[in-house]
């Protein structure tokens, strides 16, 4: 079986280890980078119970997320494997355990609440920069590194901006009861980023207090009282905690505090120093296709002597109209375009790498025949990044794929048509293809 050996080794990279968790259609065990020796963690989810429940686009859309937000307090993506039967998560190990069972221990002192409730908002914060709403924001839900830092996880159930409805909001009824906003349950359509300020909002009171400011037996009662923000502050609660809290915990969200005035607020500002989000590792694995669909076990080596063959079915496929390959990493469809060249391979990657040093982008070599162009400076969705990838279509032709791995699409399709595509005109013997933005 390629995804084990004897050791219980995945594709030759991972030694898989003690089972640490279970969910639903999940299993996690801890794992260990056999070339590093860094400890991760190895999500396990099998294809045929993924078909069966419909849950494709979810699993898809939780990939997209965690790439999109790499950030110090958000539990990191690694890698994406997959085989016929199985999809592999493959995650940093975060070894601290939850926040929910230190909370379960009794109430947290002030200054301790108030680091944990800081990183929260920063990763919150940094992911609806990114579009992304996390929608179940619990203490469940955020693990402590063994610094005693905090890390958000299980975007399971987040939504991207593709997800809005005609009328700007999201619709899907989802989150756990006691954390979730009071409009999600009004089934009207709501703004998953005022929701998750709700979440933030509740996780700040059940740090400071040990229980939950919404309590009834009966959990209609129990939404009542979140509809009319029914709730008693504790005698402990210091005045700017309770001012803080009475500003979060606001049930119409056109009056709730946002997470830039959260930000401003004194009593968070106390010791707050914003941490730096993560660029996209240009040292990553390369972006694959949707694991969900993949009917072979990811190539993991390719020969560095000549590019990868493009199979002819697969040339005559992608550059039909209307087909786009399966982008797990964007916040909608990929931007990408794609020509045919008759110079070699290794002159067009040359001339790339040229051109990228020209307009002073930073230039890294990937493995076989791949680059990628990084911006120097952050965009308005981090840096800009764009791959190009070299394929082999027949002996004297070359299939050359440019994408945007991160950053904006209005600058991606700026640097394109201004620069690139001039530039790279003489080595083209044929454009097909282009997909538009979205």
Known sequence: MAEATERNVLFGKYEMGRMLGQGTFAKVYYGRNLSTQESVA????NKDYIRKEGLAHQIEREISVMRLVRHPNVVELKEVLATKQRIFFVMEYVKGGELFAKVARGRLREDVARKYFQQLISAVDFCHSRGVSHRDLKPENLLLDEDGNLKVSDFGLSALPEQLRLDGMLHTQCGTPAYVAPEVLRRKGYDGAKADI???????????????PFQDENVMRMYQKMFKAEYEFPPWFSTETRRLISKLLVADPNRRLTMAAVMRNPWFQKGFTRPVAFSIDLSSPDEIESPCNCEHERE???????????????LISTMSSGFDLSNLFEDGKKSRSMFTSKCPASAILSRIESLGKKL?????????FKVKLQGRCEGRKGRLTVTAEVFEAAPEL?????????GDTLEYRKLWEEEVRPALKDIVWSWQGESECQ
């Open 42 to 45: 190895i999500k396990v989810l």
């Open 198 to 212: 709700w979440s933030c909002g509740v996780i700040l009171y059940v740090l400071l207090a040990g229980y939950l």
């Open 300 to 314: 993991l080596k390719r020969s560095d002597s000549k590019p990868e063959f493009y199979n002819a079915f697969e």
């Open 360 to 368: 002073n982008l930073k230039v890294v070599k990937l493995k076989d």
């Open 398 to 406: 070359a299939v050359v794929e440019l994408a945007k791995s991160s």
